[in-house]
């Protein structure tokens, strides 16, 4: 299933990342701010179960989730750039990290860094990447988290192109997609247009 964001504001919220003379702090932001939105959308089918509290009025039952059964793993570098908003979601979820590059010249992700929580494989991970091009490194992340035993597991994405959906569709059609915006598609050089550049280096500051 894949899901693209449809809401004015997400819209206008993208539209200011796209600029390129938006700062760096406005960036890292609006991507945090997005974020949050995205992870709200993939737990709408989150499980809750019944506990009594007590009000300032009287005792009820309320609806609460189990936020340890909650994992985000963010794709390096530009992942990172994610976290702070679905954290806002869900504090006390684990967090992991899988360290991809993208070959420049074959397109396709090396692996560098692979830490993942304790029990990963109890728990439905959450993958994070804002971008979402030719699929490579989204698949082979996908990838590691099954070796892993990971049996739940939904992409976050700020921007897509659709070869990227495409591709994880065709390799893991049982992975959930949610999406801020599908953009046109790719450049020859691998890279979504109109996009909004790199990420990574438009988050940290490095170019």
Do not use: W
């Amino acid at each position: 299933m894949e899901k693209i964001l449809d809401h004015p504001l997400i819209k206008h919220k993208i539209s200011i990342l796209r600029d390129e003379k938006t700062s760096t702090k406005e960036f890292r932001e609006l991507i945090s701010e997005i974020s949050m939105i995205l992870c709200y959308e993939a737990l709408s089918d989150a499980k809750t179960y019944d506990k009594k509290i007590k009000t300032p009025i009287k005792e009820t039952i309320g609806k609460v989730i189990d936020e340890n059964n909650y994992a985000f793993v963010p794709i390096l570098r530009a992942g990172m750039g994610m976290v702070d908003g679905v954290l806002r979601v869900i504090p006390n979820a684990r967090i992991g990290h899988i360290g991809l590059y993208r070959n420049e010249e074959t397109l396709e992700p090396v692996k560098y860094y692979c830490k993942l929580p304790k029990n990963i494989k109890d728990k439905e991970v959450i993958l994070l990447d804002p971008m979402l091009a030719t699929g490579g490194s989204a698949v082979s992340a996908i990838s590691m988290l099954k070796q892993d035993g990971v049996k739940r597991i939904k992409f976050l994405c700020i921007i897509a192109a659709p070869e990227g959906i495409k591709k994880i569709k065709e390799v893991h059609p049982d992975v959930d997609i949610y999406c801020a915006n599908l953009d046109e598609g790719l450049n020859d050089i691998g890279y979504i247009f109109p996009g909004l550049g790199d990420a990574g280096d438009r988050i940290y500051g490095t170019k």
